[in-house]
């Protein structure tokens, strides 16, 4: 059988880093961006290590009920949102789950207003 068109050319996998031009040319790179982008005499922000969707021991009470709180409130958007999309019986059945999402943000909003009265 004939190919239309040839093979293409065998090539070695080559890294960036294997020859030193390529490792010189990578760092006057970063020397250059450090240089634009953190000026000498500046520090950049410390970073908070904190993982995203983690809950770990020391997290605080008022960030967890804050963090919950803005969950429920996104979660019954959500829900109110598609339920406009859906038939009368369905429509329903989803602005209850979005009423019942409501009652817990409403608990944990109090939660989090009597954790702040006590200090």
């Given amino acids: ?12 996998s080559v ?6 031009d390529s ?19 500046s520090t950049p922000p410390p970073r908070r ?10 997290n ?3 960030e967890l009920l804050i963090d919950a709180s803005e969950t429920l409130a996104s979660a019954k958007t959500i ?15 989803l602005l209850g789950i979005a009423q019942l999402i409501m009652l ?5 909003n109090r939660a989090l207003d009597n954790l702040q ?3």
């Fill in 15 to 20: 890294s960036p880093y294997e020859s030193l």
């Fill in 1 to 12: 059988m004939i190919k239309p068109t040839p093979n293409p050319p065998e090539t070695d």
């Fill in 23 to 41: 490792k010189k040319l990578h760092e006057a790179a970063d020397r250059a961006l450090d240089h634009y982008l953190c000026p000498p005499g």
């Fill in 79 to 93: 829900a109110q949102d598609c339920a406009s999309l859906l038939p009368a019986a369905q429509r329903r059945a």
């Fill in 104 to 108: 817990g943000e409403l608990a944990v």
């Fill in 60 to 62: 605080k009470n008022e």
């Fill in 49 to 58: 290590i904190r993982g995203m969707y983690a809950v770990t021991a020391d």
């Fill in 117 to 119: 009265l006590a200090d």
